[in-house]
């Protein structure tokens, strides 16, 4: 279909790909093409969370699923959250493969420094209070940044999905799970480059009442190293992929036909 384009939609931390279903839903009626990966350290994949550690476990479902792409192939990557950092290293793997990276209320790394000083920079501005009843593990010790987290039912109710229906929080209990942050492997240099990651042209969609990755964040990911675009969904939670589908589902469509 002419216009068609193919949207590959990557996880954030403890979820899958399941809170993707209801944006894919105005996509695939504009003919779109949907692909959605569940990542190495989240919901459905086969690896069990014990056995992933090194950060090639983790993007090995969406390395390989690019990999599998004809040579001519391009698709339109959309991280959410530190879905963020798993959709940067696929563009520095392969750049020929995406047309833009669409970044939603996700983290933003620059081929400047390293993912993983981005990482320990967002925990490191994250008083423990505030992630209420989150499992935090830590593998040097509680003086340390955490190396893993599960997010608590009170947390998602009130920060992840504080604009969603009961209904999906619901779901969001059933299926959330822990998530590593591959701290040491995302900290080594050159990870990112500006001949491939920032030869590709990316897109910032920001959330306004995003209380998870907060807006000041946002905008110092976007001033720091500014996208192409930046869009802004007013009143959006951290989920904008359930509370705000119109909006986003719009704003991928512009994306879809201006790349």
């Not at 976007?222 to 007013?234: A, G």
Request: glycine fraction near 6%; include cysteine.
């Amino acid at each position: 279909m002419e216009g068609m384009k193919h949207f590959v939609f990557v996880d954030a931390a403890c979820f899958g790909e399941w809170p993707w279903f209801k944006v894919r839903i105005p996509l695939q009626a504009a003919g779109h093409l949907i692909t959605t990966i569940d990542m190495g350290t989240t919901a459905l994949n086969a690896k069990s969370f014990y056995e992933i550690y090194p950060l090639s476990d983790l993007m090995e479902p969406l390395l390989k699923f690019l990999a599998s792409l004809k040579a001519d192939d391009k698709v339109i990557l959309v991280g959410h959250s530190y879905g963020g950092i798993s959709i940067a290293l696929a563009m520095e793997k392969f750049p020929q493969k995406v047309s833009v990276g669409v970044f939603v209320s996700a983290f933003m790394p620059t081929y400047k420094s390293s993912p993983g000083a981005l990482i320990e920079e967002y925990l490191n501005r994250t008083p423990l209070e505030s992630l209420m009843d989150c499992l935090l593990k830590f593998d040097h010790g509680v003086d340390t940044i955490q190396s893993s987290i599960c997010f608590g039912p009170e947390y998602m109710k009130a920060k992840v999905f504080k604009n969603c229906t009961e209904s999906i929080v619901e779901i969001a209990n059933q299926k959330v799970r822990t998530t590593k942050f591959c701290k040491e492997d995302i900290s080594k240099g050159s990870l990112l480059t500006k001949e491939r990651y920032g030869s590709i042209d990316r897109i910032y969609v920001m959330c306004g009442d995003d209380e998870v990755i907060e807006p000041e964040f946002q905008r110092e990911m976007i001033e720091n190293d500014p996208p192409k675009e930046v869009f802004t969904i007013s009143g959006a939670d951290h989920m904008p992929m359930l509370s705000k589908v119109e909006e986003l589902s719009k704003i991928l469509e512009d994306i879809a036909y201006k790349y």
